[in-house]
């Protein structure tokens, strides 16, 4: 079975300050792992994704993410917050030899102050 | 990547009528999957759109209440029959592609009212 908590459903952050929105994973297979950022009334976008290459991913507009297997995390960061990151963002896994069967998150809303 | 196209965006019903949804991808793609989104919520997986046989249903959604066709592989429908407002959410049809990623639509959005 495969779960994701994403801890904090809000987080609040100052433009160009740090972002930092916490996921943790539970998977009784190699996990593939995906974050999503959903922008107001839009469908969802993929920031990056992990599928056992390197532990440290790169994503889209500057996010990364690192995959650390003994804290079972995938936490997701960007060194300065932009105005136009406030959206919802999502984790969620996959089995290995995914199939798109995703298990999602309850999602974070990121709030970005000016 | 795959370009996703719903119909229609958004819509307000009335209880007891139901709705069916459009989806059709720029590409050809094998995996085809309907998810729901409740107001506030998080993502669940509906079913697997199967191409040219019977949609495979996740734990709490039957065919009697979402029925899902799959012609082809570029379009899949989805209805939402005898709806109530529970069944308020935002539908959103995605697609997996051989990159290993999965793709949304924009997503319908839909009041019962």
């Known amino acids: 079975a495969q779960s994701v908590t994403q801890l904090g459903s809000h987080v609040s952050v100052s433009e160009g300050a740090l972002v930092l929105l916490r996921c943790n994973y539970s998977s009784s297979v190699p996990p593939y792992l995906f974050w999503y950022v959903q922008y107001p009334n839009q469908g969802l976008q993929l920031l990056l994704k992990?599928?056992?290459?390197?532990?440290l991913v790169k994503g889209i507009n500057g996010f990364e993410a690192e995959f650390k297997k003994s804290e079972t995390s995938f936490h997701l960061t960007k060194p300065s917050a932009h105005m136009s990151d406030a959206a919802e963002y999502f984790c969620?896994?996959?089995?290995?030899?995914?199939?798109?069967?995703?298990?999602f998150g309850q999602g974070t809303t990121l709030q970005v102050k000016p | 990547s795959a370009v996703i196209s719903q119909k229609p965006s958004r819509d307000i019903c009335q209880r007891g009528t139901s709705l069916t949804i459009q989806c059709q991808v720029d590409?050809?793609?094998?995996?085809m999957f309907w998810y729901r989104q409740q107001p506030g919520q998080s993502l669940t997986l509906i079913a697997t759109?199967?191409?040219?046989?019977?949609?495979?249903?996740e734990s709490g959604f039957v065919i009697d209440k979402f029925p899902i066709s799959r012609p082809n592989l570029t379009f899949s429908t989805l209805t939402v029959s005898n709806m109530s407002p529970e069944d308020s959410s935002i539908y959103l049809c995605s697609v997996y592609t051989n990159t290993g990623e999965l793709f949304f639509g924009e997503g319908s959005r839909l009041t019962v009212l």
């Open positions: 759109a199967n191409q040219g046989s019977e949609a495979t249903y």
């Open positions: 969620a896994v996959g089995g290995s030899g995914n199939t798109g069967k995703l298990i």
């Open positions: 590409s050809q793609v094998t995996m």
């Open positions: 992990y599928t056992s290459a390197a532990t």
